[in-house]
């Protein structure tokens, strides 16, 4: 079988940047960083090769993305500035850092550079993957009456990102268009399969239905507490079954310990699929006759325990509310289960659901909660496991490897809070991020991203955001509260005094008015928009 690709057989030569140190334009623009954390790690008085993302107007100044090359031990980073002069998209930059807030930009001049004909077995080991896009294609004579097409990508990831390489393919790609494949023993490229991609589209679908029907957590579980301490109007075996969802949820004095703190992550229900699959491997079965997932979860909910039994191995939040949702089924024979929102129309657009989505919109169904009926009930237990399934999807969507042998493995839950008499939830998303195995050893630790999101009564939407990485930590704080950012400036003496308490290398506290950044938006995510 003949590859995909074929690089055209010239002299092999290096792999390098494609930047130069020198500089055309000696009058360096000055910036300012929105985001100082970006600057953590990064030296004062060097420069760094960066690239423009994005280059938007807002006002007077323009606020620019940038992308710096890769330091040793440290992949590529994104980082957000202002600048009041416009620098156009795509362009190469040097970037000199002058403090944690302030920087220096100097524009390259454009190069121009014979495209590669190789791809180095140091960056691109075989059987690691490349995404690449499609700039250019001509045909070329055939060869055994087999169509030919000269082909001109730009890489996007890894050490050689934004370099470009010359193809020679049996089909044609438009150009615009995204290309995945794998290198192979010979530094062959192979397109990867349709099954990896229906696995992307599909997990798009997943997204989208679970978004629709998705609702939060407090209308139901203000019910749950209502119903709980009436007399069994609907029958006896829903007692169980609500009780065993609301001892589910954590109170916030659980939550100022270590314990408490990973036991509610563990019952949020994200990784019920997982308990269950660690569970029967425990039980003896063999790997290849594990019973279906989806013929298990249904039997599991249809065991109701006694109140004062042990959980049951693997049970979560999410399985009680299989379990509840099983029982109230059970009350309504023949009960179908409408959706929260009526289907888009024809001229109606799909909602922009992608993996990154954090936080997730609150959709309060009030209306439902007030009516203490069985179909309230019905519809408010399967919108929260919507929701936690699509926080599933999400934390499936953003977690990949890379080219290099890097890997980035995200964690997206709802925590959901008892606040005396009121209910609240929490928004976590945890992102990890290894290096790549050839690194030094010292470098092979990884990075932790923690973000939360809650909203409180007295102080409004608030946003966290910390990093650690061996054993150095760094937090900033967004809010659009006036008075909430003055008591968060007060009270950061005080986090930074128990943070060394714990042992750890504090780098960085900052508060900010306004919404945080976005999480970076992955690779992979490039290819699923092209589809959508």
């Known amino acids: 079988m003949s590859p995909d690709f074929r690089l055209p057989p010239t002299v092999a030569s290096p792999l390098t940047s494609g930047l130069s140190g020198q500089t055309s334009n000696p009058g360096a623009v000055p910036l300012e960083l929105l985001r100082p954390i970006d600057a953590q790690g990064l030296p004062n008085g060097v420069e760094l090769q960066a690239q423009v ?24 980073r994104e980082i957000l ?34 495209p590669l004909t190789r791809l180095d077995p140091a960056l691109f080991p075989a059987g690691s993957l490349i995404q690449a896009r499609v700039l250019s294609q001509q045909p070329l004579p055939a060869q055994a009456e087999q169509a030919r097409f000269a082909l001109l990508v730009r890489l996007l990831q890894g050490g050689a990102s934004g370099a470009l390489l010359s193809l020679v393919s049996s089909r044609a790609l438009e150009p615009g268009s995204l290309l995945t494949a794998q290198v192979g023993a010979a530094g062959e490229l192979r397109v990867v399969g349709s099954q990896t991609q229906q696995l992307q589209l599909g997990l ?7 978004f629709m029907a998705q609702g939060s957590a407090a209308p139901l579980l203000r019910l749950l507490e209502n119903l709980s301490a009436q007399p069994p109007a609907a029958g006896r075996e829903l007692q169980p079954a609500m009780r065993q969802v609301l001892e589910q949820i954590s109170n916030l004095s659980q ?16 990784f019920l699929e997982a308990d269950l699959a660690r569970l ?20 599991l909910a249809s065991m109701t325990p006694a109140s004062d039994a042990p959980a049951l191995p693997g049970s979560d939040l999410k399985l009680a509310l299989l379990n509840l949702l099983t029982q109230i089924q059970r009350q309504l024979p023949g009960a179908h289960l409408p959706p929260l929102l009526p289907p888009p129309g024809p001229w109606q657009a799909l909602p922009a659901v992608r993996p990154g989505l954090f936080p997730l919109p609150n959709r309060v169904l009030s209306n439902l909660a007030e009516a203490p009926d069985l179909g309230s009930l019905l519809r408010l237990t399967a919108a929260l496991l919507a929701r936690i399934q699509h926080q599933q999807f999400q934390s499936l969507g953003q977690t990949q490897s890379f080219a290099d042998g890097s890997s980035q493995t995200v964690w997206q839950l709802d925590i959901p809070l008892r606040d005396g008499q009121q209910f609240q939830h929490v928004q976590v998303r945890i992102q990890r991020d290894d290096p790549a195995p050839n690194r030094k050893a010292q470098e092979l630790q990884p990075q932790w991203e923690i973000r939360l999101a809650f909203d409180l009564d007295q102080l409004g939407p608030l946003h966290c955001i910390s990093r650690l990485k061996a054993g150095r930590v760094s937090s900033e704080f967004w809010t659009e509260q006036p008075l909430t950012l003055a008591l968060l400036e007060q009270e950061l003496g005080h986090l930074r005094t128990r943070l060394l308490g714990k042992g750890l290398e504090v780098a960085e506290l900052s508060c900010h008015a306004g919404l945080p950044p976005e999480p970076r938006q992955s690779l992979q995510q490039r290819w699923i928009d092209e589809v959508t």
């Open 53 to 76: 993302l994005k280059s938007e107007a807002k006002g007077a100044h323009f606020e620019l993305l940038l992308r710096l090359a890769a330091l040793a031990g440290q992949p590529p």
């Open 81 to 114: 500035a202002n600048s009041r002069q416009a620098l156009p998209e795509g362009a190469q930059l040097l970037i000199q850092l002058i403090s944690q807030t302030r920087a220096t930009a100097s524009l390259l001049p454009a190069q121009v550079t014979a």
């Open 204 to 210: 798009m679908q997943g997204l989208r239905d679970s």
């Open 255 to 270: 939550l100022n310990s270590e314990a408490g703190v990973n036991r509610a992550i563990r019952q949020s229900g994200i």
């Open 280 to 299: 029967a491997t425990a039980l003896g079965s063999k790997g290849d006759n594990l019973p279906p997932l989806n013929k298990l979860l249904p039997l």
